[in-house]
Nanobody, 112 residues
């Protein structure tokens, strides 16, 4: 199993980023997938999840209305579109399969 995140970077407050997670080694379309983040000095925080077929999503209150999770099962890829970014969104963002598999993470820094 391999989960590889990309798309992080430095962005100003109010800006946008799109994270991607390329999955391999398992049947991606069979699994619900999550985005989880970890801010400096804090524990892991659930951000969003999406059902295996993409028909249902959920979000943490802190990102609701600003972030959108999606997936392309034909490309074995999970996405997180992040808009109206705030400094408190600064964290390492991880792709997570709820059988215990994590990616290596991608750093998102929101700062002016």
């Amino acid at each position: 199993v391999q989960l590889v995140e990309s798309g992080g970077g430095l962005v100003q407050p109010g800006g946008s980023l799109r994270l991607s997670c390329a999955a391999s080694g398992f049947t991606f379309s069979n699994y619900r997938m999550d985005w989880v983040r970890r801010a400096p000095g804090k524990g892991p925080e659930f951000v969003s999840d999406i059902t295996s077929g993409g028909g249902s999503t959920s979000y943490a209150d802190s990102v609701k209305g600003r972030f959108t999770i999606s997936r392309d099962n034909a490309k074995n890829t999970l996405y997180l579109q992040m808009n109206s970014l705030k400094p408190e969104d600064t964290a390492v963002y991880y792709c997570y399969r709820p059988t215990g598999d994590w990616g290596q993470g991608t750093q998102v820094t929101v700062s002016s």
